[in-house]
């Protein structure tokens, strides 16, 4: 799907979504049920080719046995395929003795807002603060949560303005009325990171499943944007009850006001980098690429909200 298709899809389903919000949720909730109806049936598949092998043996005694070979290298590789690592996020893991206000001030929002519990608090260098989810069981799910805290973030704020920015985090994983536009919301992302494992990964088994989504991870992307976005405003409102829209307006502007200087910062030093930088470095093979339009707002619009890899607070889009 190109950008021109994924705007174009997008507004067709912003004018339906506000016309008859009911009929697009709908909607987006079967197009959700596809995916899990895509892993269902090639669950059904395989277990339908390996009780036929079983049935087999009763029938055709020894040539069943030069059937269970190819058969069996098949169900092999389907399962190897389904079975996808996803890499967890890198950060330095903070534990519940070294910082026990940090853990008391997200058991009490977490406890506010009806979120389930994270398995991992990470603290990075990025400035963001992002909640990921990372299944266990490959396309079968039975996630593990993290919870990403920047340093630079969190030197920036008041502690207060920090709880609304975890609430805003947590607003993602909430219960309550906005279960399942956050379910939708953490669906997208977690059809996208399938999609990019899938792409990696060099089995054969995968033919199964990557044609698939290459196409139903972009277009569900484009179908539930609407509801995204909602969501995103669902999980400021989360942090406004949670705290106070003083302090969520005060993380609000502060983090765009900074992230703004940061992001004009990091644009001019790649291109003082690519100046003085030898023609060879600039090639596809490189870090850097010196293209006009090749920065920080790449692909924006696409990406927001919400990345394949994490919600991500002070920008709507994830833009690296």
Same mark, same amino acid.
Not at 63 to 88: N, T
């Given at each position: &799907?190109?950008? /021109? $298709?994924?705007?174009?899809?997008?507004?067709? *389903?912003?004018? $339906?979504?506000?016309?008859?919000?009911?009929?697009?949720? !709908?909607?987006?909730?079967? !197009?959700?049920?596809?995916?899990?109806?895509?892993?269902?049936? &090639?669950?059904?598949? #395989?277990?339908?080719?390996?009780?036929?092998?079983?049935?087999? !043996?009763?029938?055709?005694? %020894?040539?069943? #046995?030069? *059937? #269970? #070979?190819?058969?069996?290298?098949?169900?092999? &590789?389907? =399962?190897?395929? &389904?079975?996808?690592? =996803?890499?967890?996020?890198?950060?330095?893991?903070?534990?519940?003795? /070294?910082?026990?206000? =940090?853990?008391?001030?997200?058991?009490? !929002?977490?406890?506010?807002?009806?979120?389930?519990?994270?398995? +991992?608090?990470?603290?990075?260098?990025?400035?963001?603060a992002a909640v990921v989810q990372v299944p266990r069981l490959g396309m079968l799910g039975w996630h593990r949560n993290y919870l990403l805290l920047g340093l630079p973030l969190m030197k920036l704020m008041t502690p207060r303005q920090f709880?609304?920015?975890?609430?805003?985090?947590?607003?993602?994983?909430?219960?309550?009325?906005g279960r399942m536009s956050n379910w939708i919301y953490r669906l997208r992302m977690g059809w996208a990171r399938l999609l990019h494992a899938l792409e990696r990964q060099q089995s054969w088994g995968t033919f199964m499943f990557r044609r698939?989504?290459?196409?139903?991870?972009?277009?569900?992307?484009?179908?539930?944007?609407?509801?995204?976005?909602?969501?995103?405003? /669902?999980?400021?409102?989360?942090?406004?009850? %949670?705290?106070?829209?003083?302090?969520?307006?005060?993380?609000?502007?502060?983090?765009?006001?900074?992230?703004?200087?940061?992001?004009? +910062?990091?644009?001019?030093?790649?291109?003082?980098?690519?100046?003085?930088?030898?023609?060879?470095?600039?090639?596809?093979?490189?870090?850097?690429?010196?293209?006009?339009?090749?920065?920080?707002?790449?692909?924006? +619009?696409?990406?927001?909200?919400?990345?394949?890899?994490?919600?991500?607070?002070?920008?709507?889009?994830?833009?690296?």
């Open positions: &799907m190109t950008d /021109e $298709q994924f705007d174009a899809l997008v507004s067709r *389903l912003e004018a $339906q979504a506000r016309r008859s919000p009911r009929a697009y949720k !709908l909607r987006v909730l079967l !197009l959700a049920l596809l995916g899990y109806g895509y892993l269902g049936a &090639m669950l059904g598949l #395989i277990l339908f080719l390996f009780l036929l092998t079983l049935g087999s !043996l009763v029938f055709l005694k %020894a040539a069943a #046995i030069k *059937l #269970i #070979i190819p058969v069996g290298a098949f169900l092999w &590789m389907v =399962l190897r395929a &389904m079975w996808v690592r =996803l890499e967890p996020p890198a950060g330095r893991r903070v534990t519940r003795k /070294e910082a026990p206000a =940090l853990f008391a001030a997200i058991d009490a !929002l977490r406890r506010r807002l009806r979120a389930p519990r994270f398995h +991992r608090v990470l603290i990075t260098d990025d400035f963001n709880e609304a920015v975890l609430a805003h985090e947590f607003g993602h994983l909430a219960g309550g009325h698939f989504f290459n196409w139903y991870s972009p277009y569900f992307s484009a179908y539930s944007f609407p509801l995204a976005r909602a969501n995103e405003y /669902e999980a400021d409102a989360a942090s406004v009850r %949670a705290v106070s829209a003083e302090a969520a307006a005060e993380a609000l502007t502060s983090v765009n006001v900074v992230g703004s200087y940061l992001d004009e +910062r990091r644009t001019r030093c790649s291109a003082m980098r690519c100046r003085r930088s030898p023609p060879s470095s600039t090639t596809a093979g490189g870090r850097a690429s010196c293209r006009p339009g090749s920065g920080a707002t790449g692909k924006c +619009r696409r990406a927001a909200p919400g990345s394949p890899s994490s919600t991500g607070w002070p920008r709507k889009a994830n833009c690296r």
